[in-house]
């Protein structure tokens, strides 16, 4: 299968202003004294807190194009930092680049999270094949043909192959049994496998 590095969306996408506030434990209206508690070693805590100015304003302008209160744009982006702040010993070997993208991934999981559970609450049905995000094309073929795929089967490619996670820590990650997160990739692959054919590669 063809190299998956990582996913693309629009780095043009505005910082909010409140983004990085005076205190540092307190970001865009939440704490992030959960997060930061999580994390044992001082190094590892500094890092995360620059690895929170650096994309924080980014997450949580993804998070308001998909979520309409800003509530719960806010919830979503630090659900997903208190995601990375619990795998963060791994996690922060990353590049940037990719840990950019696993923050990505992350944040849109958590939207489909709250967009299920008012759904839900709503009595109406949820469809979670459909792409919350939608980059523009790169002229990459890998990035285009993955940027199409559904948030559920982009997730479980990324964490598998871009991040090196094995099949049961992705299955961790996204909450899913082993076995479900098995049957996940393989209909992720196979999806992959069509998009990218249609880009004129042949796997």
């Given at each position: 299968?063809a190299?998956?590095?990582g996913?693309?969306?629009?780095?043009?996408?505005p910082?909010?202003?409140?983004?990085?506030?005076?205190?540092?434990?307190?970001?865009?209206g939440?704490?992030?004294l959960?997060?930061?508690?999580?994390?044992?070693?001082?190094?590892?805590?500094?890092?995360?807190?620059d690895?929170?100015?650096?994309?924080?304003?980014?997450?949580?302008?993804?998070?308001?194009?998909?979520?309409?209160?800003?509530?719960?744009?806010e919830?979503?982006?630090?659900?997903?930092?208190?995601s990375?702040?619990?795998?963060?010993?791994?996690?922060?070997?990353?590049?940037r680049?990719?840990?950019?993208?696993?923050?990505?991934?992350?944040?849109?999981?958590?939207?489909?999270d709250?967009?299920?559970?008012?759904?839900?609450?709503?009595?109406?049905?949820?469809?979670?094949?459909t792409?919350?995000?939608?980059?523009?094309?790169?002229g990459e073929?890998?990035?285009?043909?993955?940027?199409?795929?559904?948030?559920?089967?982009?997730?479980?490619?990324?964490?598998r192959?871009?991040?090196?996670?094995?099949?049961r820590e992705?299955?961790?990650?996204?909450?899913?049994?082993?076995?479900?997160a098995?049957?996940?990739?393989?209909?992720a692959?196979?999806?992959?496998?069509?998009?990218?054919?249609?880009?004129?590669?042949?796997?």
């Open positions: 299968m190299q998956i590095t996913l693309r969306y629009n780095k043009a996408m910082h909010t202003k409140n983004a990085i506030a005076s205190d540092p434990h307190r970001k865009g939440y704490t992030l959960p997060c930061i508690q999580t994390i044992e070693d001082p190094q590892e805590r500094l890092l995360f807190a690895v929170y100015a650096a994309y924080a304003g980014r997450m949580l302008a993804l998070a308001r194009q998909k979520l309409h209160a800003p509530a719960d744009a919830d979503a982006v630090h659900q997903a930092f208190l990375l702040a619990e795998h963060f010993s791994h996690l922060s070997r990353l590049p680049p990719q840990l950019e993208a696993y923050l990505v991934v992350v944040t849109e999981r958590k939207c489909i709250l967009l299920r559970r008012t759904a839900r609450l709503d009595g109406a049905p949820f469809d979670e094949e792409a919350l995000v939608s980059p523009p094309p790169s073929p890998v990035a285009d043909a993955m940027a199409r795929l559904s948030p559920r089967f982009r997730q479980a490619l990324l964490l192959y871009a991040f090196g996670y094995s099949t992705t299955a961790s990650l996204l909450d899913l049994s082993f076995a479900a098995q049957k996940l990739l393989q209909r692959k196979a999806a992959l496998r069509i998009e990218l054919e249609k880009e004129g590669i042949s796997v």
